[in-house]
């Protein structure tokens, strides 16, 4: 009786053991930020309204969220990427037209940063690795929205704001 729950005991470890060995491993985020972004998002915003994109298929993507610098105030941010994902602002930015934009560049490398929308640039400049830089962005309507793209090569940390002029 003895040998018997031996070998059966044998058998069970075996068998958890086993099943351990096969379940799957959960694959962590290689692009997930070291810090938590505030006001920063991996994703480019959604249109605000249908006419800033057509689609081919007729379907218009959810609208986004939007900061209005009149009601809302200075837009802040903060937050990192790493292996050259690029980070947007969370919001459509809107409320002036023009805008100061202040960029602080934690990282190692030159940081580009545009103040888009799907159709137009409205400013782009780089930031130097440890440098702070401001720069202004001129909109024909304090209405319509845009948004701050961030690009770099390699891992980077990015703090700042956008206010009116």
Avoid: C, H
């Avoid at 031996?6 to 799957?24: D, E, K, N």
């Amino acid at each position: 009786m003895k040998v018997f729950k031996r070998l059966f005991a044998i058998a069970i470890s075996a068998v958890v053991a086993a099943t351990v060995a096969l379940l799957p491993v959960q694959a962590s985020n290689a692009g997930a930020p070291t810090q938590q972004n505030v006001g920063l998002s991996y994703e480019e915003p959604k249109p605000l309204d249908a006419t800033q994109v057509q689609p081919r298929d007729g379907n218009i993507p959810g609208l986004g969220s939007e900061w209005d610098l009149r009601s809302k105030g200075t837009y802040s941010f903060s937050g990192s990427s790493s292996y050259g994902n690029s980070l947007y602002s969370s919001y459509w930015i809107k409320g002036a037209t023009l805008y100061r934009i202040q960029v602080k560049n934690q990282g190692s490398f030159t940081l580009r940063v545009r103040f888009k929308n799907y159709v137009s640039t409205f400013a782009s400049t780089y930031v130097p690795a440890g440098q702070t830089v401001t720069f202004y962005a001129s909109m024909p309507n304090a209405d319509k929205g845009a948004y701050l793209l961030f690009e770099e090569s390699g891992s980077y940390s990015v703090s700042g704001t956008v206010s009116k002029a």
